[in-house]
């Protein structure tokens, strides 16, 4: 299963210029040299992982040509994909099935070949399936 360790791992860094300070004022003075951009949504700064590329790509390259609706709706309401897609995925769908349905639903992912391509459709699919629930 070394095809789903790059979901897994993240690229954050981890600010290297706080560690060794020594008093707070220091600690202080080297934390605040980390500057965002104003305005930024949060989710568009900083280092990404495979994981959010991919949620990234089915969002923008599959779900906006099967479903443009839907698509501009969850970008107007400023919904990123990983709120939901990084559970989705890195369970392979695991909380969202019965169990002896989840077990059919493994068998084709990784059955499917290019290997866990599957995974894209059923991402959107699902969306599809939730898209009118009130």
């Known amino acids: 299963m070394m095809l789903l360790e790059c979901w897994y791992i993240s690229n954050d860094d981890k600010p290297s210029t706080v560690l060794g300070a020594t008093s707070s004022e220091e600690l202080i003075m080297k934390s605040s040299t980390i500057v965002l951009e104003p305005f930024c949504r949060s989710q568009d700064t900083g280092p990404t992982s495979e994981l959010i590329?991919?949620?990234?790509?089915?969002?923008?390259?599959?779900?906006?040509?099967?479903?443009?609706?839907?698509?501009?709706?969850?970008?107007?309401?400023?919904?990123?994909?990983?709120?939901?897609?990084?559970?989705?995925?890195r369970l392979l769908f695991g909380r969202e099935f019965p169990v002896h349905d989840l077990l059919f639903v493994w068998d084709a992912i990784l059955a499917h070949q290019p290997i866990l391509s599957l995974v894209d459709y059923i991402f959107v699919a699902m969306l599809e399936q939730i898209r009118d629930l009130r």
């Open 53 to 89: 590329q991919k949620l990234r790509s089915i969002n923008n390259d599959i779900l906006a040509v099967i479903d443009p609706v839907l698509h501009a709706h969850l970008m107007k309401l400023d919904i990123a994909p990983q709120l939901f897609g990084i559970r989705w995925i």
